[in-house]
């Protein structure tokens, strides 16, 4: 079974700077999305950025890009020139490419941006 | 068409009741999906369905947990004899059956559901 880890329960960063929020998983599967979801306190789930496992290319979405380490089966979230509105959890999640079923999350890690 | 709307946003309830949750996903979407999330932990898949069938069930989805999505549009999630632990965020998402590049699951704001 797929699973979602994300190691860091709680991160801060001072606005404008950059921070990054690390993710692992673990499938057998070769072809997945994997995907980064932002969660602001009492808000919807937005999806932040997506990487397709087939794409050797780093995905990147204006201050938000990923470091996809597809052997190694890491996936992390960089944000740059961090801003207030950037607190919130952030979920790392999967998806199986073949059967396109449920998407799998992580625990989540609750980002702090401090003025 | 406004996202995924779920209803209600707030539930509250004595241990015992039966409740039920009803979602509305985006209207071309075929895929609709349940999760639980509880504070600070991330969503828990509960089941899915496409159009009216319902393709998979977690083995969190006890016996008093049932969900239906008559006509392939709407979804309810009934939750019958309610205990405490059942207090959470339930989490409906929609998504269209995956083809090509269409893989994002979009998520509405949820129940959160108060047994007390």
């Known amino acids: 079974a797929q699973t979602v880890t994300q190691s860091q329960p709680e991160m801060s960063v001072q606005e404008a700077e950059t921070v990054t929020l690390s993710c692992t998983y673990d499938t057998s599967e070769s072809d997945y999305y994997l995907f980064w979801y932002k969660q602001p306190p009492s808000r919807q789930m937005i999806l932040v950025i997506r990487q397709e496992a087939y794409k050797q290319q780093n995905a990147t979405e204006n201050r938000f890009s990923v470091n996809f380490q597809k052997a190694a089966k890491s996936f992390s979230l960089k944000i740059s020139d961090s801003q207030l509105g950037d607190a919130a959890m952030y979920f790392c999640?999967?998806?199986?490419?073949?059967?396109?079923?449920?998407?799998?999350f992580g625990p989540g890690t609750s980002l702090s941006v401090i003025p | 068409d406004t996202g995924v709307s779920q209803n209600p946003r707030h539930k509250i309830t004595k241990r015992g009741q039966n409740v039920t949750f009803r979602c509305d996903p985006i209207?071309?979407?075929?895929?609709l999906y349940w999760y639980r999330q509880t504070l600070g932990q991330g969503p828990e898949f509960l089941t899915y369905f496409q159009n009216e069938a319902q393709l998979e069930k977690s083995r969190l989805l006890s016996d008093r947990f049932s969900a239906e999505r008559p006509k392939g549009s709407f979804s309810t999630l009934e939750i019958q004899r309610t205990e405490q632990g059942d207090s959470a965020m339930y989490l409906c998402a929609s998504s269209k059956s995956p083809r090509g590049k269409n893989t994002e699951a979009f998520f509405g704001q949820g129940t959160r559901l108060t047994v007390v």
């Open positions: 209207s071309e979407h075929n895929r």
């Open positions: 999640a999967y998806r199986s490419a073949p059967s396109y079923d449920k998407v799998i």
